[in-house]
C-alpha cells in the first residue's frame, strides 16, 4: 500500500466524533455556553482524533484562531468533528468542527471552527 493511501487511511479511521448536551451550569450569564468549555470540548476531541492517529502519547502544542460563528444555547445539542488535516514529521494538526443542533428541530448550524497542533510526548515522530 503507498505511503499516501496508507496515511490518508489512518486519517480516515481517526475522525472523531463527540456529542455533548449544553446545561446551564455550562453557560455563562447570556445562558449560552462559555468560550471556555467550548475550547475545552474541542481540544478533548482533537486530542481524541490525534491519539487514534498516532497511537502515541500526545500533548498540545497550540490552537490556532478559533472561529466562534454563533453562539450556543442551553438546551443545544452539540457535535464536535475533529479530523487530522495535516501529519509533519513529529507534529500534527486537528482541524475540529462545532455543530450546534437544537434539541427539538433539524436545525443544525456550523458554530465554531478551530486548529490544534500536537507532538509526541517524547518527540518522536507520529507516523
Avoid at 109 to 119: E, N, P, R, T
Amino acid at each position: 500500500m503507498p505511503l499516501e493511501s496508507h496515511l490518508q487511511e489512518r486519517i480516515n479511521q481517526s475522525q472523531t466524533k463527540v456529542f455533548k448536551a449544553v446545561f446551564p451550569g455550562e453557560t455563562n450569564h447570556y445562558d449560552t455556553l462559555f468560550g471556555g468549555v467550548a475550547l475545552q470540548w474541542m481540544d478533548e476531541a482533537a486530542f481524541i482524533a490525534a491519539t487514534r492517529f498516532t497511537r502515541k502519547k500526545v500533548v498540545t502544542v497550540s490552537s490556532d484562531k478559533v472561529n466562534f460563528k454563533t453562539p450556543i444555547p442551553s438546551g443545544s445539542l452539540v457535535e464536535l468533528d475533529a479530523k487530522v488535516v495535516r501529519v509533519g514529521t513529529t507534529s500534527l494538526e486537528v482541524s475540529v468542527d462545532v455543530y450546534r443542533e437544537d434539541m427539538y428541530s433539524d436545525e443544525r448550524i456550523l458554530a465554531l471552527h478551530g486548529k490544534f497542533s500536537f507532538v509526541t510526548q517524547d518527540k518522536t515522530a507520529v507516523t
